[in-house]
């Protein structure tokens, strides 16, 4: 069905005319407001300002620059497209392209139970400072461990697309890494043994933003100074003071061992080598005597009567001079009396 649209602007004249408004008070109609469109004249140099506006609107949205110290991500409504390097870099204008920049040089810092901008008595002040940093040691202490995380940005697209809240990813894992290894310890060794606890948790917490694909790089770990907390830090130095206390106990015992085993020792070693030395000279005399005795020998069994006289007076040789009163006595003479003076050797007078 067609309609007859003169009739019909004629019969809303006259409904107009009925109320007695004339058409007054209401909005202007769509065919009015493009009659006056088409009478309207637009001066020539407004279209240069138009034209200009949008060519400005069009450069601002066509180029951006990027920082030395950042990389450009660029999606392509909403997918992600291209990084772009530092420097002055170009995309499709109007919103079809968009450019997110990160920070990727730059080192983040992320401080658990711990904040350099507050003095000595306040950084353990706020609860949930208190209960990052408050965990249970291995052997079932309670200790207060701060410690202070700087990372960076590797990967932007993971940090960007792969995470949700890459932040706070971050300091959940930290923490859990933290637990872990302090779990596995002493609390002398949490308190003394900082930088070791620094890089295994280190290791393993940056092995596990690998397998969650975060991005992010951890540059290190700075462990703060380790404490315990207030209500057992009496019952804490006493302990430590037994301790130091054992350990001294310890130190002498050992200064003791080692001023006595090692002298004992020396003077073992000594009576080993003195009876060694004596074995050996024993050795060497009755070798050599038992080789003199044969060389002997041999010159006897070769001439038995000059060796026998040559011995016998090597022997008298050496005798000799050791007695006092030498008694010769001819081998004819059948009476020793004549040569024996009795008299004088027990007083008798002759």
């Known amino acids: 069905m067609n309609w007859d649209w003169d009739k019909l602007r004629d019969k809303q004249q006259q409904n107009e005319r009925r109320s007695g408004g004339g058409g007054a008070g209401k909005p202007p109609q769509v065919d009015e407001m493009v009659d006056q469109l088409k009478n309207m004249k637009i001066p020539g140099n407004m279209w240069l300002i138009v034209l200009v506006a949008i060519a400005v609107l069009m450069g601002s949205t066509m180029f951006y620059t990027v920082g030395v110290s950042e990389v450009g991500v660029v999606q392509r409504f909403g997918k992600f497209v291209r990084i772009s390097e530092p420097g002055l870099n170009f995309k499709l204008p109007l919103g079809i392209e968009t450019s997110t920049k990160v920070k990727v040089r730059r080192v983040y810092k992320e401080e658990f139970g711990y904040r350099e901008n507050m003095d000595a008595r306040s950084r353990f002040a706020g609860s949930d400072m208190e209960n990052a940093a ?113 350990e001294q106990m310890i130190y002498k015992a050992m200064e003791e061992y080692n001023r006595a085993v090692p002298s004992a020792r020396g003077e073992a070693e000594r009576v080993i080598r003195e009876a060694q030395g004596y074995a050996l000279n024993r050795v060497n005399r009755a070798e050599g005597d038992a080789a003199r005795f044969n060389s002997i020998y041999a010159e006897y069994i070769s001439a038995k009567d000059v060796t026998e006289r040559r011995m016998y007076l090597e022997m008298m040789r050496e005798l000799l001079p050791t007695l006092e009163n030498k008694y010769i006595i001819d081998s004819d003479q059948g009476n020793v009396l004549p040569f024996l003076n009795l008299g004088k050797e027990f007083g008798v007078k002759q």
């Open 134 to 246: 408050l965990m249970l040691t291995g052997d079932l202490n309670v200790a207060l461990v701060p410690w202070i995380v700087q990372y960076q940005i590797r990967d932007p697209y993971n940090f960007l697309f792969k995470v949700q809240d890459p932040r706070q990813l971050l300091r959940d894992l930290s923490e859990a890494s933290m637990r872990l290894v302090v779990g596995d310890r002493s609390i002398s060794e949490v308190i003394s043994a900082r930088e070791e606890i620094a890089i295994v948790a280190h290791e393993i917490l940056q092995r596990e933003l690998d397998k969650a694909e975060s991005g992010i790089h951890i540059v290190t770990i700075e462990m703060k100074r380790t404490n315990v907390p207030e209500p057992v830090q009496p019952s804490f130095n006493e302990v430590n003071r037994a301790t130091q206390e054992r």
